[in-house]
């Protein structure tokens, strides 16, 4: 709790001056009880006057500290020099709204205190005990409170009156009550501290009391920063979580909607295929067919149809195995490299090595399949779009991990494009989204470096994986 300058807070332990405003706070009921019956206990045994708006269990605890103090209250109620009333029902005849008429408090108020004057005589002062601002503020309604201080004050100025009020110390345990706190103390000429200070019997006690408390203030303060800084971290946290995440979507999303262009480019590929090669094969072999129907003794023509049946077996075998090599079914991924590789060179007319160990074991179909796709994704790429002459592909395995290489020596990827990849997963085309998220699924990792002498695409996959392929 900070303190406000320029709000200067009198400590009045015991002693009240005549025309005091004081504000006392308390930890427990029986000591205010035992403050209060002394405060009016003095003014009664004076022949003075006393006012006490309270709850009803103060002003049951007053009425027994009284009599224990040999003091006959209804004696002094009777002649009019003791006014007590209930704190709840006189709030209410003042208040609208919320908040305090100032009129009708001066009506309310203002009466009990000119009909206790008269009583007690014109020149005779006043004790009043107020517990109307502590309901207010145990209402939450603390604006309320303090400006029904205001309002004492005000009425305090026309009469020879020595005014106090309480607050439970329990109902300010946040550090947000700080202003209010203040604002309220700023209120009163005099403070009386919780009774663990004022039961502290000398000077010493009471300077090593202060002192703890000011420690514990600045500690306070400390853990209070710390945690506002905690939160603002937090926030940013989460703001830039959120961001990521919104970007991964956006990247997911446009992904999802490439695949599905690139599947239909497939398809159509494929078509193409089918009816530029295949397509023209079955079509000759159908003319053949017709002509040896006509002329079944001509030899050529079986010739001819022989070689036609095996052009079209060629042609059948060579999409199956683009689509999925049934060499790795049979023999696994090292075998599939070497038989892609090798076909990819023919066709691509690109000097592709591969460096695979002989022994290299069986895989989870799931890891074998992903890395055969990572291999066709990454040579298609480097045919396409590297303008590279060359490509080197390394398989290495060991207890825990297999990891697949390959390196072109092509023009590169632009470093600002490489750079937004790899922080949102765009601007890199469909390719290598599509091994990205492979790679992930699996619980794989994806390394890429490129500069102007060619791009390093690497992809280290677990050995074993719960997930399952769909083949």
Known sequence: MTSNAGLPLPILQHGLDDRAHTVQFYGEDAYLVDELSRFVGTALGAGDAAVVIATKAHREGLARGL???????????????????????TLAEFM?????DAALFTEVVGGVLRKAATAAGRNSPISAFGEMVALLWSQGNAEAAIRLEQLWNDLARHY????????????FDREFHSDAFLKICAEHSH??????????L?????????????????????EVTERRQAEEMLRRSKA????QVEQRTAALRQLSSRLLSLQDSERRRVARELHDSLGQYLVGLKLNVDMLRRTPNREELWSQAEVLMQQCISEVRTLSHLLHPPTMDAAGFASAAR?????????????????????????????ELALFRVLQEALTNVHRHSGAIAADIVIRQDAEQVILEVKDNGRGIPPELLARFLA???GMGVGLAGIGERVRELGGKLRIESDGGGTLVQVTMPMHTTVQSEI
Request: charged residues 25%; aromatic residues 8%.
């Open 202 to 222: 000398d000077e010493d006690q009471r300077l090593r009391s202060i002192t703890h408390l000011q420690q514990r203030a600045q500690a306070l303060e400390a």
């Open 240 to 243: 830039e979580l959120e961001f």
């Open 339 to 367: 038989w892609y590789v090798g076909g990819f060179s023919q066709r691509s007319d690109l000097q592709v090595t591969l460096d695979a160990p002989n022994d290299l074991g069986r895989l989870p179909d799931a890891i």
């Open 191 to 200: 403070v009386i501290p919780e009774e663990s200070y004022t039961g502290l």
């Open 160 to 171: 020879h009156l020595s005014l106090r009020c309480a607050y439970p110390m329990s109902g």
């Open 67 to 89: 009599k224990v103090k040999g003091l006959d209250a209804s004696r002094a109620t009777e002649q009019g020099r003791y006014i007590s009333l209930d704190a709840t029902e």
């Open 424 to 426: 949102t997963g765009e």
């Open 96 to 100: 609208r709204d919320g908040w305090p």
